[in-house]
């Protein structure tokens, strides 16, 4: 069974930093494109970044976080990992990771057949 956990939500304050991780069960992540999303409440989800399997390169599927977050991952740990720095009260959402891309490419849809349940990141002082 494929699942995905999250982890390392929490309370920062303004400018601070957080790494979030993505542990991957019932299946080898090495394969796979893993992709970060987010959701404030009262807003879609929004799409943020994506790590390939293949090379190990990346999309940021949005402007909003470059230059400060980036994604990572360990496959012999079965786990991705986004770095967050320069947190910012906007970035307060609940945080998914996914898999299971149709063309498990960056490139390619943003359609994920697999989810996490989500780790909270709250950023106020």
């Known amino acids: 069974q494929v699942q995905l956990v999250e982890s390392g939500g929490g309370l920062v304050q303004p400018g601070g930093s957080l790494r979030l991780s993505c542990a991957a069960s019932?299946?080898?992540?090495?394969?796979?494109?893993i992709g970060w999303f987010r959701q404030a409440p009262g807003t879609e989800r929004e799409g943020l970044l994506c790590?390939?399997?293949?090379?190990?390169?990346?999309?940021y599927y949005t402007d909003s976080v470059k230059g400060r977050f980036t994604i990572s991952r360990d496959d012999a740990e079965n786990t991705v990992f986004l770095q967050m720095n320069s947190l910012k009260p906007e970035d307060t959402a609940v945080y998914y990771c996914?898999?299971?891309?149709?063309?498990?490419?960056?490139?390619?849809?943003?359609?994920?057949?697999?989810w996490g349940q989500g780790t909270q990141v709250t950023v106020s002082s």
């Open positions: 019932g299946f080898t992540l090495d394969y796979y494109a």
């Open positions: 996914a898999t299971g891309l149709p063309e498990n490419h960056c490139s390619g849809s943003q359609e994920y057949r697999y």
């Open positions: 790590i390939n399997s293949s090379d190990g390169s990346s999309t």
